[in-house]
């Protein structure tokens, strides 16, 4: 999926996209220390039960750990937070610049 941002301001347009290209790479950055810190917080639980936490999610319940309900309830709120974060991430860095001059020239 492609997603453009075209920026248009009756002044200094031209100044204005880096700026918000800026911006938003300060917000992928940030996104992708969110991710390293989640991915962290959930290696010991795959390490702990030899699975990874997609497999997890989809296969297992609180009854097959032994930390039980508490446990299980961390796992998947992490896991959860680590996929919107991912999404997030993925939503941000398909962006493409549309340089607005460009397109009145033609």
């Known amino acids: 999926m492609e ?3 075209y920026i248009e301001s009756p ?3 031209k100044e204005l996209l880096p700026l918000v290209r800026a911006a938003i790479e300060a917000e992928i950055n940030k996104l992708e220390l ?9 290696a010991p639980f795959e390490e702990r039960y030899n699975v990874t936490s997609a497999y997890f999610i989809e296969n297992w319940a609180a009854e097959n750990l032994n930390g039980g309900d508490d ?17 997030r991430l993925l939503q941000l860095k398909e962006i493409q610049y549309v340089d607005t001059e460009l397109l009145r020239s033609h």
């Not at 969110?34 to 959930?42: F, S």
């Not at 446990?71 to 999404?87: A, P």
């Open 71 to 87: 446990e299980y309830v961390s796992w998947v709120g992490e896991y959860q937070l680590q996929q919107r974060l991912q999404k």
């Open 3 to 5: 997603t453009k941002l």
């Open 11 to 13: 002044q200094n347009g």
């Open 34 to 42: 969110a991710m390293e810190l989640a991915n962290k917080r959930l």
